[in-house]
């Protein structure tokens, strides 16, 4: 039976959950279309972290997705919807935020700068989580290969058992 990539959305939504910008839009919208815009972001970071996670490994499935279903055509496990949606589109998330970040600090002259309470720091932390994340989400990924997906045991290098 396949997953519901709805499932791997709400373990996003689970690690943004205290961004409400993300889910506010303007517009006479209903709930429904908001949650449709929001479903449509959140696969967008869904898919650049499976893109993520086959650059940085070899998974054992494809994590293809049958469009009409929304749903992935293989069964995840639970690790893996963690690791798509609460880390690796986690991840994603915070590059898109990056690339604002670095526009809205050119936007601003010598004395907004001086205004707002310290940009500069700010922005380091704000860049320093962003390498915490990234170093974290390695070692996932790292680890996640490095096991069979369905018990979760180290995979051997030598399948032979000789050493």
């Known amino acids: ?78 690790e893996e919807i963690v690791l798509l949606g609460g880390d690796l589109a986690f991840e994603a998330y915070l590059d898109t935020k990056i690339a604002k970040l670095d526009t809205m600090i050119n936007t601003f002259s010598a004395s907004d700068l001086k205004a707002l309470h310290s940009p500069a720091n700010e922005r380091k932390s704000f860049m320093d989580m962003c390498r915490a994340v990234k170093a974290e989400n390695q070692v996932k990924i790292s680890d996640y290969a490095a096991r069979d997906r369905l018990t979760g045991k180290f995979i051997s290098v030598n399948k032979d058992g000789v050493y």
Do not use: H
């Open 1 to 78: 039976m396949a997953t519901s990539r709805a499932l791997v959305r709400q373990a996003f939504y689970d690690r943004i959950e205290s961004d409400d910008k993300f889910f506010r839009y303007f517009g006479d919208l209903s709930d429904e279309e908001i949650q449709e815009i929001a479903d449509e972001r959140a696969n967008t970071y869904i898919q650049r972290a499976i893109i993520m996670l086959k650059r940085k490994c070899e998974p054992q499935i494809s994590f293809a997705i049958d469009a009409s279903s929304d749903a992935f055509v293989d069964d995840l496990t639970d």
